[in-house]
């Protein structure tokens, strides 16, 4: 077993090296370099001989799936010459200009991500600062990644006058590649718990790779990760598996409901769109709610409502960092970019986002149909009145927060389902 996940975690090293220094550790030590073939076949049979021999350890068992779909995932980036691109230079220029410019003024950042033929980003704002639509929340999910990028860029840096420790270069730019496929597999990981908590592990291990192969999740692992999506997904899923365990009684604890908000919080963080699945703890709150007012049970309905008051408590802190961030670029704690996309919510195309031949969620996501239409209405209805453990059947929520097909200014043109969609 241990020479396994010696040759699981080299893999590891290998592919990430390869990716983030451009560099060869087995050309380093050996003088001979292997094909990526090759790498991801040994973390293959590594993976597979943990596995056999972790039976008694079910957590062994899923760091080894994690580690292999980890080197298979960063042998395609390294194919598929993933990189930093399209809305993913905005996340990035957060990012850079806090580690190094301590700031949220990203004038200079944009010129040295290439953005500086882009004007209307350069117009100031009511703080003098360049315009920002884009969420911090990917900072700070990726700086972990982009430390050890710097650490690799400092290095490289003494023996080659081309690579630069300014945030900017290669190895910066490849480490949040890296992150994006680390928190996309965590949130496969979320869709399983999920998943398990209504069918054998068996079928929720294919449910959930169904729907990820059914979306264009994929894409975002492997071909641009540097987009949200990958994190975006991770939380979400994350935050569905917390709200479905914490439902099981109906009856949450005080702690539940606080790490609840605080997640919320953050996954809005992440991606605005996501405080959509904040509605999941506020239907439960409006259950309980009704029930107190029906019983006349004050003390429920109080308590509830101290819940609710608690949770809206730490979703707010969980999103200060935006808020600060605001604060600093457009003078106010809650702001709207005028470069962002606008939310038109007397105009919201919902016939066009459900089947559009543009990015219809029916093509973008073939398997949601299906799944979607198994449920009866019945068992919608009883969705928010039962307890999990009393439901059977349904499916991951692979792509929960993994892609917006709200109308976009900026992610029109990105979107792999239009580029690539199948009747073009």
Known sequence: MIAGWMLLVASVLELAGREVARRSLVSFVSGSTWPVWAIVLGSLMAGVLVAARSTRRPWMRTAALFSTLFAAGLAAQLQLNARLQSDGFYYFA??????????VDFANDYRLLGLGDKAHLFTPTATGHAQSAWTIGPAIVWSPFFAAGHVVATVLSRHDPNVNAN??????RQAVCVAGLFYGLLGCWFCFRVTRRFVDSRVAALATSVVISGSFMIWYLVKEPSMTHAPSMAVVAGFTWLWLASRDSMTRSTRQWAVLGAVAGFMTLIRWQNALFALLPACDALVLLWSAVRSSDRAAFTRTIRAGLLFTACATAAFLPQMLAWKAIYGSYLAVSPVGPQI??????????????ARRVSWCSPYRSPASASRSPSRWRSWFTSTPRSRTGGAAPASAG?????RSRSSASGSPCLRHAPWR
């Open 402 to 406: 993994a892609g917006s097909t709200g």
């Open 167 to 172: 945030g900017i270069s290669f190895p910066y």
């Open 94 to 103: 957060y990012l850079r200009s806090l580690a190094f410019d301590h700031d």
């Open 344 to 357: 038109l919510w007397s105009d919201p195309h919902l016939v066009d986002i459900l089947w559009s031949s």
